[in-house]
């Protein structure tokens, strides 16, 4: 069965930087998978930050950025705000057209 | 501008078929670049992707391993609508379930979710 790997947790502080990353237990991730980050705010839709790997979507601020680090999906915060705290989930596009998300970090700005 | 509107019951019974709706306005569910998507969120599983139809063509129908015995999910043409039914359900289907579009790739609208609660 295909997992789709995130750290559990993660902790930066005010204006640091910070790399989340996205990888498969059955190899290497690339941009044929088209991965997508999301923010998840408690009773709210999920909003998406990146799609097809580094695309940033519409007024999602430049802090956010997306990119392939070896053999996962990585989405970097640069500049991390009070208001980035947040659940953070990947997306990955799997063959048969499947889709299959991560488990999900759980980001803290202390 | 693009928008999901979901529907259907928040209660549903064990072993009873979760059935729900996601009305589109601003696009077509016939659009030859978009895939329409179910997705839920629990507390215990996070986010679950459970399948998609789209239209290339034909209509095909995709769907997770996970729900694959169970899960029917369908294009309303008529109505410019898709659809959820997911069979025999036990409290673990309890969660908050999302339709959503993606096109190129791109996951760019969602509705406002639907808290369904599997319960007797």
């Known amino acids: 069965q295909t997992v789709v790997t995130q750290e559990p947790s993660f902790s930066v502080s005010p204006g640091g930087t910070v790399t989340l990353t996205c990888g498969l237990n059955s190899g290497s991730v690339s941009s044929s998978y088209f991965p997508s980050w999301f923010q998840q705010t408690p009773g709210q839709p999920p909003r998406t930050l990146i799609h097809?790997?580094?695309s940033r979507s519409s007024g999602v601020p430049d802090r956010f950025s997306g990119s392939i680090l070896g053999n996962k999906a990585a989405l970097t915060i640069t500049g991390a705000q009070a208001d980035d705290e947040s659940d953070y989930y990947c997306?990955?596009?799997?063959?048969?057209?499947?889709?299959?998300f991560g488990e999900g970090t759980k980001l803290t700005v202390l | 501008q693009v928008h999901l509107q979901q529907s259907g019951p928040g209660l549903v019974k064990p072993s009873q078929t979760l059935s729900l709706t996601c009305a589109i306005s601003g696009d077509s569910v016939s659009d030859n670049y978009a895939g329409w998507n179910w997705i839920r969120q629990s507390p215990s599983r996070g986010l679950e992707w459970l399948g998609a139809?789209?239209?290339?063509?034909?209509?095909?129908?995709y769907y997770a391993e996970s729900v694959k015995s169970r899960i029917v999910i369908i294009a309303d043409t008529s109505r410019n609508q898709f659809s959820l039914q997911l069979n025999s359900v036990t409290p673990e289907d309890t969660a908050v379930y999302y339709c959503a579009r993606d096109r190129y790739w791109n996951y760019d609208y969602w509705g406002q979710g639907t808290l369904v609660t599997v319960s007797s």
């Open positions: 139809t789209r239209f290339r063509s034909r209509w095909d129908s």
């Open positions: 097809n790997t580094n």
């Open positions: 997306l990955l596009y799997l063959p048969g057209d499947i889709w299959v």
